[in-house]
């Protein structure tokens, strides 16, 4: 794997200008970005095509599978809703760090995970601006319910307007907050969840969660493979996020399979 000390400084995070990037220009419809899967791009040079558009914070998302395969899934994926690429669109154009967004691939995958396991009380940490939130809700029966946890207030007032906007908003709280202390009050079991902030306390939440999941219930972490940084973990967020899924693979209480979707995701089932 290439270090961020490698990559052109154009194309790091901090000096990042989205207007100026010369991948975002001159698009035409078929060179979708594969990961943000709304940005059309120009195909890059080999050097800069793992990189370019995807970043986590400080560090760049690198793609897990050949980018052309990684497109390849998406355009052979359901589209999601219009409201749901409108609200990816506009996280693009006003959040920082957009690129935390789900999209496509992993929402419908949400999606229908949700609708295959058919649960009544789904809890997410990191709603953002809602719209893994919005994509489960999408698959719940009438009666589901989705408690979504978010400290980030410009996030919530986005996630909140979309939920408006939309048939299934109303299945969704959004309860502001660390996550941490709403897991610790729910007042119901959990019958699905979807882990998607804080990553140093995965190996907390899976605890915390586990423990109040119901026998056959799932839980879902995101970003388990962190851009491949998992099998030679070198800082405290990747040996956090390695430790979980050596605790998870060894876990009786526990099947699970982890999955090279976008940046890695942990299926799991209480059994
Ligand atoms: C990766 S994003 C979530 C993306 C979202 N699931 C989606 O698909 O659009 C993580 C979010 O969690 C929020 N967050 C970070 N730490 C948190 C905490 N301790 N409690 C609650 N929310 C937190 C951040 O503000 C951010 O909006």
Wanted: hydrophobic share 35%; charged share 30%; proline share 6%.
């Amino acid at each position: 794997m290439r270090l961020l000390t490698e990559i052109p400084p154009a194309y790091t995070s901090r000096n990042m200008d989205h207007n100026d990037d010369p991948l975002r220009q001159d698009f035409s419809q078929e060179k979708l970005c594969p990961v943000l899967q709304l940005q059309p791009v120009r195909q890059p040079t080999p050097d800069v095509r793992r990189y370019a558009h995807f970043f986590n914070g400080e560090e760049p998302m690198q793609l897990l599978v050949d980018e052309d395969i990684d497109r390849y899934a998406f355009n052979h994926t359901s589209p999601e809703p219009d409201l749901l690429q409108a609200l990816a669109r506009r996280t693009q154009k006003e959040m920082h760090d957009p690129q935390m967004l789900t999209g496509r691939v992993e929402g419908r995958l949400l999606k229908l995970i949700v609708q295959l396991c058919r649960p009544r009380f789904i809890l997410e940490v990191g709603t953002f601006t809602g719209y893994s939130a919005l994509s489960m809700a999408e698959g719940l029966d009438d009666d589901g319910k989705i408690v979504t946890c978010e400290i980030d207030p410009a996030a919530q007032k986005v996630a909140r307007e979309a939920f408006d906007a939309s048939p299934f908003g109303d299945r969704i709280e959004i309860r502001m907050g660390p996550a941490l202390d709403t897991v610790r009050n729910l007042e119901s079991e959990v019958d699905l969840s979807f882990i998607d902030a804080d990553k140093e306390r995965y190996p907390t939440y899976y605890e915390e969660i586990l423990s109040r999941t119901r026998r056959g219930g799932v839980l879902i972490f995101d970003n388990m493979l962190w851009s491949g940084r998992v099998v030679d973990p070198r800082d405290d967020t990747t040996r956090a996020i390695a430790a979980l899924n050596e605790t998870i693979a060894r876990d009786e209480r526990v099947e699970n399979v982890l999955l090279t979707v976008r940046d890695g995701v942990q299926l799991v089932r209480k059994r």
